[in-house]
């Protein structure tokens, strides 16, 4: 029996380390990117390497496994167990040596690809097994897994570029892994050791080894007798570290990594084979290869269709096909050339042509010489497996027999046999990936909850009777884990199952380091281990907010959904938008775009995308140990996790399958709400539109507020009280205000007197609360610059209304300005935020059925417009509104584009930069910000390359998130803005151009004052 109180307490006292027992925490950690699921003992995030031998050393004696951990995106569930799980990537992610004469690195093992990558390219230098991953693989999962890139036909596997591993053995000691003939110690004894075995089992190896470059199952028993087509090692010595790639934290703990590097290809060319058979695409790539490429990637049908319907994939995807308007071919191949020289490579190109032409294929040739059009597609390849991913309902996508490799003249009859399996057992198999080593990607859509563990079963035993006749490999990339560790003695025969069982034992006699992996594995089908039981319920639960969308069934073969609310789940939707996560990690990437900042900042699990949906789904799935029961969805638990969401809706767009944490957050802090109340600082905030008009009419009363942000003792005081945090200024209140100062009846059309001269001139301009009344400068500088290009402005109120006669909604009449309910939701008033919000969409509702653009300034209004109100049961007249509402600067952009936007403007006397606020981004509404900010002469704009700004609406303001807040800022955007003292600083959002005043003392203006400063 496990002792973990006893094991946190001696961690806790002996450790630097951070320990976590709760559910909750355990939960988190309980999942990899596969379909399993296994509860930790503990987690525990080591500070120091004398962290990890104290906790190997107590675990050994409490008998509790351990179990090294990256980023977790593993698939077949080795990163899952019954252990205390070790989080390498906090604290572990160095860089510690780099040897430029020699070509090597030492790495620790929580560094991620991407960025040892990043570090490496002003060297020239790159580590070249590209995982599709790289943006939160480790090097220690890599090494682990003993993971294979898209290039791997010119550079091999992990096994083929670790040069040598310091690790930890299960008693605590480090022993050197490297070239087996100056090893010494430890690693010299257990070579010895495998050395005798593999001696002994020579005929063994010989006939069970596949002959193929991709063979990742088991352990590497033959680097003493090497079997891969590509040899471990270019002089042909041994070395032991590659005993340890592949193994998967089940023999030793990698303490460093030393890694041989590669130059960066200077040149790359693509050419893209487009065909009209599947089986031919296959059948080539067998002489495709003979041209020496770097990569031969496929691209089915089924996913070229998928990446053609979505927008931001489409244009990316057509620059591929031959013709983009003639049916879609059956297959892509993406030949990648890379070399020192361009025209060598244009060679190569016209190379490919002709052997397409040899092959009966004239013209089936894209040739791609422009290495961003190549980028592009490359990204949309390594998005293969997440667009499908992206299909909802129960039925999944599942991995189990992804991976297998097959020698390359036997890839067609191969993919065509499965193909048939998948058919039998009423699937089908989107196919994608390493075409030029034999490994094709599949996953049929099963349904773990009903009968996808028997048609598993099924389809797994006839895929494993074709690798074997075709002798290719059944584990090719991805590894052994839960699920196809019971594989490895149908593979390898007894003896060599019985050696590898011999190898655990030398290295771990207690078998401390994660059990039941590669040895002793468990049924790959055994429910006990899966994410998704047949036993798996969600708890009944009312949602605020309307996923119907998210609660439908779909067909394993056609994909097609069910209509919306018909998938029976029990939290209508929630749960099965949350069960969207598949854990692939990709939120915990950190050099592009913004997902996810409270990670960046904390490289927490619990404050991560994946951590948050992990937690919302075993919350709603009563799988932790929630105290008030009666409410799940608001227990504390969950608001540990939420606490430094800041609602960027960044995961929206960035997260491959669409989790939406930022409308999670908002069912969240309803039920959270409902369950402790409502705090002062709550009411302030989420009133702030109602009472905001009452404040700058009542003479002295802004002034008298104002004194808040300069003197210390009021700014205190309010901090104690409402939790607003001292260090922060306030926003100025103002006598003056864009609806004090607006002449009666100014700015008022109905929908047909907009429409009526049929010149495409009106406009409907939204004046929110915070433009209105805090910085109506805005607000002036848009009028004149749409009144400049001449459009007529509606600026809805309610006064309008009440002349239209149409319905005034009585519980607002203290206010006449409409309010889109934005400070309502981030209260957590979802109800309140309903009746403001449908009150705007039906004002707007006429105006958008004349197409009548709907502009707005303050980018979490408007696109509160274009996303809460169309899960608000407003019905098709809000998705008519979402059609209309933009941006200025998308609407201006726009009209610039169809050459109807008739302004002039001076030139810029000063550069711009440019920062988006994180719902524009959400939204690509940065860009047409960019293209407006080039129509202004000697602007030459530049966006700055930032995640969220941190202050995101109230989060900034809130004494108990300022520290948080600031390090967000500080990650890139100030330090981008410092560095220009003498430009613009351009920024949309109200609280962005707050952070941007509060961290750097400089004034960010609105684009509206931009454009109008230089009319
Ligand atoms: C969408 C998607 C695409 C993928 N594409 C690819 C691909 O192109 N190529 C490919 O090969 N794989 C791919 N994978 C699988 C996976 O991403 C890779 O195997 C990756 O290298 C795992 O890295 P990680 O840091 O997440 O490792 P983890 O999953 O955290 O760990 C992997 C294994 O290594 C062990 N380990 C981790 N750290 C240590 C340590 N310090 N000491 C000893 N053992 C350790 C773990 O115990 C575990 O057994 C993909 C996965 C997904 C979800
Ligand atoms: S939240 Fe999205 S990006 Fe993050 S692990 Fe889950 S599916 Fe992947
Ligand atoms: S909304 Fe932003 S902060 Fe919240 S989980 Fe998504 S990316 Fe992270």
Known sequence: MVDQAELAKRLRQETSGEVMTDSASRGRYATDASIYQAMPVAVFVPKTAQDIASAIQIAGELGVPVLPRGGGTSQCGQTTGAALVIDNTKYFRNVLDLNLDKGYVEVEPGIVLDHLNG????????YPVDVSTAGQATIGGMAGNNSCGSRSIAYGNMVHNVLGIDAWLADGQVAQFGNYANSSGAAKQLGDFVKGLAHTLTPEIEAHFPKVLRRVAGYNLDIFNPQSELPYTQDGSVNLAHLLVGSEGTLAYFKSLKLKLAPLPQHKVLGIVNFASFYKAMDSAQHIVKLGPTAVELVDRTMIDLARSNPSFKKTIETALIDHTAQTPEAILLVEFSGEAHAPLLEKLKALQELMSDLGLPGSVVAMPDASLQKNLWEVRKAGLNIMMSLKGDGKPVSFIEDCAVPLESLADYTQALTDVFAKYGSRGTWYAHASVGTLHVRPILDMRRDGAQKMRAVAEEASALVRKYKGAYSGEHGDGLCRGEWISWQFGQKITEALAEIKHAFDPKGLFNPGKIVNPPKMDDSINFRFPPSYKVIPL??????????????????ETTAPGTGGDPALGLAKAVEMCNNNGHCRKFDAEVMCPSYRVTRDEKHLTRGRANTLRLALSNQLDIKDESSPLGSDAIKEVM????SCKACRRECPTGVDMAKMKIEFLSAYKKRVGHSLRDLAIAYLPKYAGTISNTPFL????????????????????????????????????????????????????????????????????????????????????????????????????????????????CSKEFCCGRTYLAAGMVDKAKENLGELVDHLAPYADKHIPIIGLEPSCLFTLKDEALVMGFGERAVRVSKQAQLLEEFLASEA??????????????????????????????????????????????LIESSCCGMAGSFGYEAEHIEVSKLMAEASLLPSIRKSPDSWVVADGTSCRHQIADGTQREAVHIARILGAHL
């Open 897 to 942: 584009k169809a050459g109807k936007l008739k302004i002039q403007l001076k030139a810029a006397d000063k550069p711009v930069l440019f920062h988006g606020h994180c719902h524009q981004k959400s939204f690509a509404a940065v860009t047409p910000a960019m293209e407006l900010l080039k129509l202004i002469p000697n602007a030459e704009p530049k």
């Open 542 to 559: 009312q949602p605020a907010l309307d996923w119907s969308a998210w609660n439908v069934q779909n067909d394993p073969v056609t994909e």
């Open 119 to 126: 570090s490496l390219k002003q060297h020239g230098l790159w």
């Open 702 to 813: 802004p002034s008298l507020l104002n004194l808040r942000n300069h003197i210390t003792v009021i700014a205190k005081i309010q901090e104690w009280v409402m939790g607003i945090s001292a260090q922060r200024s306030l926003p100025v209140w103002k006598g003056k205000t864009f609806w004090n100062q607006k002449a009666k009846g100014s700015y008022q059309y109905t929908p047909e007197q907009l429409a009526n001269n049929g010149d495409g001139k009106g406009v409907v301009l939204l004046a929110d609360t915070f433009n209105a009344y805090f910085e109506d400068e805005n607000l002036q500088a848009a009028l004149k610059v749409l009144k400049a290009a001449g459009y007529r402005v509606h600026i809805p109120h309610k006064s309008q209304q009440k002349q239209n006669q149409s319905q005034i909604d009585k519980t607002n009449s």
């Open 643 to 646: 606490e430094l969401c800041v």
